[in-house]
Nanobody, 115 residues
Framework: VRLVESGGGLVQAGGSLRLSCAASGDTNSINDMGWYRQAPGKQRELVAVIAAGSANYADSVKGRFTISRDNAKNTVYLQMNSLKPEDTAVYYC???????????WGQGTQVTVSS
């Protein structure tokens, strides 16, 4: 399974960005898809995950970020609104194989929020 992210960039505080992650390859066993992020000097953290139509979010992004999925396109999205400088990080797409429990990672996309 290959994951390719897009949509990162530089935005001012209060602005919005939409990240996309397209999965290709043997995706038949992929159920959970989501996003992690890692800021400089910090540990990687879960941002949002979606599975079977149910979404979960980190407390720090609730009410500002929305995760969605297009199963026909094997693509997961992260709509990020009201961005803050502390949202600056490399954002990674993940997909979990429900049979093997293996987690695939994308290459990451940089999101920078200026104050």
């Amino acid at each position: 399974v290959r994951l390719v992210e897009s949509g990162g960039g530089l935005v001012q505080a209060g602005g919005s960005l939409r990240l996309s992650c397209a999965a290709s390859g043997d995706t038949n066993s992929i159920n959970d898809m989501g996003w992690y992020r890692q800021a400089p000097g910090k540990q990687r953290e879960l941002v949002a995950v979606i599975a079977a139509g149910s979404a979960n979010y980190a407390d720090s992004v609730k009410g500002r970020f929305t995760i969605s999925r297009d199963n026909a396109k094997n693509t997961v999205y992260l709509q990020m609104n009201s961005l803050k400088p502390e949202d600056t990080a490399v954002y990674y797409c993940i997909a979990r194989d429900t049979v093997t429990q293996y987690v695939y990672w994308g290459q990451g996309t940089q999101v920078t929020v200026s104050s």
